[in-house]
């Protein structure tokens, strides 16, 4: 029978933020002012989001190293998942960073090189698929009583997700280089299921993923542009 009652719970949720930011640095002195804008985004589990970020800050050389502490805002887009979240956000952060120097990373005689990447999966990662289930206790809507049903659950992905990531680079001789690439990807999908008593229910979840390309790359000797071809092995590691 329905009774009244309260529930009340206590979590925490990791999230990765990602700022793709322009910076735009002032001449100075010794303090080297900056300013910075881009998107942001978060990839909370179940709760992607996406916003905007600004700051300002300074760059100041000590010793060896700089130091580079800035204010940041972010203002995240609603989606309708997280309810009270606070979608107006303001940050200290504090960059450290080695001098800049002319000269290349190397291994062994080898240019090694890093980056970031970033992009648009094109395809849905999750094949849709369906089930059946028999004699399973629902609560049925109309009534509020638990009832026996009947029901199918179909899974389907079908919207594009952001990828984004870093590699390191090797160069090899004759326009060959070995890359060691980590991605990381959400895959968005949701659950649909019919009960036989004409309830229907959606779920909507992420599964996020890490993706760990090793590539071998060749650059195709042409002179205006540089294109090139890769292949190699992939593994990836899931968490729903």
Request: no cysteine.
């Amino acid at each position: 029978m329905p009774v009244p009652m309260t529930r009340s719970s206590t979590g925490t949720e990791f999230t990765w933020e990602f700022p793709i930011l322009g910076k735009y640095q002032m001449s100075g002195g010794r303090m080297k002012p900056f300013i910075e804008a881009g998107p942001s985004f978060r990839p909370a589990e179940n709760r992607e989001q996406t916003g905007v970020t600004a700051g300002a800050g300074f760059e100041l050389p000590l010793r060896t190293m700089r130091l580079a502490p800035a204010l940041r805002y972010s203002h995240w887009g609603y989606n309708g998942k997280y309810i009270g979240a606070n979608w107006d956000q303001l940050q200290f952060v504090l960059g450290i960073d080695g001098p800049r120097s002319e000269e290349t990373m190397s291994a062994f005689g080898h240019k090694i090189s890093l980056s970031v990447i970033a992009g648009l999966a094109l395809t849905g990662a999750l094949r849709t698929g369906s089930e059946s289930f028999t004699n399973t206790l629902e609560i049925d809507p109309s009534t509020g009583r638990l009832v026996a049903v009947d029901g199918s659950v179909m899974v389907n992905s079908n919207r594009t997700s952001p990828v984004i990531g870093f590699a390191t680079s090797v160069a090899l001789p004759k326009q060959m280089s070995f890359e060691v690439g980590a991605l990381y990807r959400p895959l968005n999908a949701r659950d649909i299921s019919t009960f036989s008593n004409g309830f229907s229910r959606e779920r909507r979840f992420t599964v996020l993923t890490w993706e760990f390309p090793l590539l071998a790359k060749y650059k195709l000797p042409v002179l205006t542009t540089k294109p090139f071809v890769e292949f190699g092995p992939s593994s990836a590691r899931r968490e729903i």
